[in-house]
């Protein structure tokens, strides 16, 4: 794992460590320097810490005017024992709704395990933004995650599912990912936004 780094074609548009309004802000990394970890496995330094003991992300990119960020993950997503959510909602959800980011894009093809608790951060995610035409969508969540987050009645938050596995967004830029996704959930009919 320690080579697999975060998206890094967008930087140019983008870095959270340049970012005034990011918990990220001022951040220093280390290309030769590994400390970051899941469980065994190292992790590369350009990887983002927040709390979580087994999952890490980067925020690849934030829109203040049309109100989206793009976060990537890597790890194991641990409700159970960590309190992932709590962690990511705490110290960089809640700056980014401050900031009136409303619509969120997850990367999630790097979360190799989901494991569930209570609901309460996710729904308290959701309320802040759902007035404001917001969502969270995730993409390319691996089955078995997916299963273990439909089983916890996460997708009363999150639209994640097989049509948001499909779209190759490494290639795009930041604002055609966005519209894709946007998109892709307007011709979703399990909710209405």
């Not at 780094?5 to 001022?26: C, I, L, M, V």
């Amino acid at each position: 794992m320690h080579d697999i780094e975060p998206h890094f074609q967008w930087r140019d548009n983008y870095r959270a460590e340049d970012d005034s309004a990011s918990p990220f802000f001022g951040r220093q990394y280390s290309e030769f320097s590994y400390s970051n970890r899941v469980y065994n496995y190292l992790l590369h330094p350009q990887w983002d810490e927040f709390g979580a003991e087994t999952l890490y992300l980067k925020v690849l990119f934030v829109d203040y005017e049309e109100h989206y960020a793009i976060i990537e993950f890597i790890g194991e997503w641990n409700d159970a024992l960590h309190n992932d959510s709590m962690h990511l909602k705490r110290e960089l959800i809640d700056y980014l709704v401050a900031e009136g980011i409303t619509q969120y894009i997850l990367i999630m093809e790097g979360v190799l395990n989901f494991h569930s608790d209570a609901d309460d951060y996710y729904d308290e995610w959701y309320q802040e933004i759902v007035d404001a035409k917001g969502w969270i969508a995730m993409l390319n969540v691996l089955d078995h995650v997916r299963d273990e987050m439909n089983d916890a009645g996460l997708d009363k938050y999150i639209r994640f599912g097989e049509h948001l596995n499909s779209l190759n967004w490494r290639p795009q830029k930041p604002r055609r990912v966005h519209e894709a996704i946007e998109g892709l959930l307007q011709t979703d009919t399990r909710r209405v936004y």
